[in-house]
């Protein structure tokens, strides 16, 4: 199995980006996906989760209202857009492939990408 996730970058407070998760090896339209992050000196933390038929989305508080997480289960992949950018979404983000539920707990997921990093100046 694996999960390549991209389009991490610099970006501007204000700013947006858009980070896609191409997974290979697995049946990706039976597992729930989620997203992560990591920042500098912190624990990774939950971003945002769909689950398998795309009904069901989950999100994080912090990012409420100005990330959306979305998939296309005909190219095996899941997006995060991020509009609003603050300095404080400055991360590592991971994607991730679990549950076919809409979930949280990092537990719930099997899978783990590599990770792209995401900078927010101020």
């Known amino acids: 199995v694996q999960l390549q996730a991209s389009g991490g970058g610099l970006v501007q407070a204000g700013g947006s980006l858009r980070l896609s998760c191409a997974a290979s090896g697995l049946t990706f339209s039976s597992y729930g996906m989620g997203w992560f992050r990591q920042a500098p000196g912190k624990e990774r933390e939950f971003v945002a989760a769909v689950s398998w038929s795309r009904r069901i989305t989950r999100y994080g508080e912090s990012v409420k209202g100005r990330f959306t997480i979305s998939r296309d289960n005909t190219k095996n992949t899941v997006y995060l857009q991020m509009n609003s950018l603050k300095p404080e979404d400055t991360a590592v983000y991971y994607c991730?492939?679990?549950?076919?539920?809409?979930?949280?707990?990092?537990?719930?997921?099997?899978?783990w990408g590599q990770g792209t990093l995401v900078t927010v100046s101020s």
């Open positions: 991730a492939a679990g549950t076919p539920r809409a979930v949280a707990e990092q537990y719930e997921y099997d899978y």
